[in-house]
């Protein structure tokens, strides 16, 4: 049963991440280092007058906050796959994408629930601080260390895939996608670049190791579930052995 809802998963998080990453880059930034040219209204501080660009700048959270839980069912079937010997790091996976799920969860769910309603009555006393718009907010804090934390999940996992080629695949592009992130938060922090910089930079790098590894996960657990229909084949725990 957990290698048809680990498949499912992994085609969801390949669908999901590919609108949120289209969705995402497709919203003009509109404050902070990248609002250029190219943009045709730049907020200036305190960042609240923006009840123009409701809900065209909020659409892209949509599918950000549908990869929450898709993601958290992914790390849980992959707990589920994992040889026994290997269970320690999935389940420190599993713990790291619970924690990705409320952080980013309650992130994105105050911008649609609490902030456009505020916006929309003119109520902007102290959106500053929780508004997207503004580079050094909360909103940004969040993504920033959500998104590590997503990075920190799939790094726990990569231990699970030890096999063929493509599971090696897998465990390669979980350790690289870790590696980046922190590579950009050291140079982000040695440069001091703003906090937005390093944000884009994470979620890039997790929305590209999400879309390949959904694909590569999809053909191990199709495989898996291929072999389970054949007739009986090891369990996690006898791997392990």
């Not at 809802?5 to 280092?33: D, Y």
């Not at 902030?115 to 902007?124: D, F, M």
């Not at 050291?186 to 879309?211: P, Q, R, T, Y």
Request: with cysteine; charged share 10%.
């Amino acid at each position: 049963m957990h290698y048809r809802t680990g498949f499912w998963a992994a085609i969801l998080t390949v669908i999901v991440t590919a609108t949120f990453a289209v969705a995402g880059i497709s919203t003009p930034a509109r404050s902070g280092p990248f609002c250029g040219p190219t943009t045709w209204a730049c907020i200036p501080v305190p960042y609240t007058d923006v009840a123009q660009f409701i809900p065209g700048d909020y659409l892209w959270l949509i599918p950000g906050l549908l990869l929450v839980p898709v993601f958290v069912v992914l790390a849980a079937a992959i707990h589920a796959y994992a040889p026994e010997s290997r269970r320690i790091f999935s389940s420190i996976g599993l713990a790291f994408a619970t924690a990705f799920a409320v952080v980013i969860g309650a992130d994105y769910f105050v911008q649609l629930t609490v902030v456009i309603p505020s916006l929309q009555a003119g109520e902007t006393d102290g959106l500053s601080l929780l508004t997207q718009y503004n580079p050094h907010g909360l909103f940004i804090a969040g993504e920033a260390l959500g998104y590590l934390a997503m990075s920190l999940a799939l790094l726990f996992a990569a231990p699970v895939f030890a096999g063929g080629r493509v599971e090696r695949a897998i465990r390669w592009l979980f350790v690289g996608g870790f590696v980046l992130a922190v590579a950009a938060l050291v140079w982000f922090w040695i440069v001091g670049g703003d906090l937005i910089a390093f944000e884009v930079s994470v979620l890039s790098i997790n929305w590209i190791v999400l879309i390949a590894a959904g694909v590569l996960l999809s053909l191990v657990f199709r495989r898996a579930l291929g072999g389970a229909a054949a007739g009986p084949i090891r369990q996690p725990e006898v791997r392990a052995k």
